[in-house]
């Protein structure tokens, strides 16, 4: 069955750029129709949409985070990128990545999350 | 964009019912019938409990149902059983291809 498995560097310095990738088992990044999404959570907090992909490479992201957000894909990877630049302490938080094959809202399989902490 | 309004927090005993609302605006979830719901336990990832109003992805209890009307969107969970405890967020579909969820519920069964 499909599984999505978070990776990220833990720590991130003030204003550098958070970078974190999504490897996708079980099935390919490219299967027709699905979205695949980030989202996030502050710790203690709820959870907030950053962006989704469509397989077909379109993007759509949050609109609140859209100047500092990149989505990508890398087929031969079979992986999902997740970039968020100038960073702040509110950017903290677990990072989940998600697929839905219906609707961009309807995310029915996510990873386990993987924790960045902005720190200096 | 603003998240959805959720209550903070809601209980019940086990074998009740216990409803969660959902409040957007009419450009959410008073204008799509793309509302999903999560289960969240702690230290856990979000589980999709309904899909599209008042679908139930498969392997999900029939004590979840989903609702709307306006724009307010409701889960009611019956037969309450304390593996319920969690936390259940709210989603919509926002147009221009965007998605809002909710602040969060938290649920305790008594």
């Known amino acids: 069955q499909l599984q999505l498995k978070e990776s990220g560097p833990g720590l991130v310095k003030p204003s550098e750029t958070l970078s974190v990738t999504c490897s996708v088992s079980g099935g390919s990044i490219s299967t027709r129709g699905y979205y695949w999404g980030w989202i996030r959570q502050p710790p203690g907090k709820g959870l907030e949409w950053i962006g989704s992909?469509?397989?077909?490479?379109?993007?759509y992201y949050n609109p609140s985070l859209k100047s500092r957000v990149t989505i990508s894909v890398d087929t031969s990877k079979n992986q999902l990128s997740l970039k968020l630049s100038a960073v702040t302490a509110a950017d903290t938080g677990i990072y989940y990545c998600a697929r839905s094959q219906s609707s961009q809202d309807a995310f029915e399989i996510w990873g386990q999350g993987t924790m960045v902490t902005v720190f200096s | 964009q603003s998240a959805l309004t959720q209550p903070a927090s809601v209980s019940g005993s086990p074998g009740q019912s216990i409803t969660i609302s959902c409040t957007g605006t009419?450009?959410?979830?008073?204008?799509?019938?793309?509302v999903s719901w999560y289960q969240q336990h702690p230290g856990k990832a979000p589980q999709l409990m309904i899909y599209?109003?008042?679908q139930r992805p498969s392997g999900v209890s029939n004590r979840f149902s989903g609702s709307k009307s306006g724009n307010t969107a409701s889960l009611t969970i019956s037969g309450l059983q304390a593996e319920d405890e969690a936390d259940y967020y709210c989603c919509s579909y926002a147009g221009f291809s965007s998605v809002m969820f909710g602040g969060g519920t938290e649920l305790t069964v008594l």
């Open positions: 599209e109003v008042s």
């Open positions: 009419s450009s959410d979830v008073g204008s799509y019938s793309l």
């Open positions: 992909l469509y397989y077909s490479g379109s993007t």
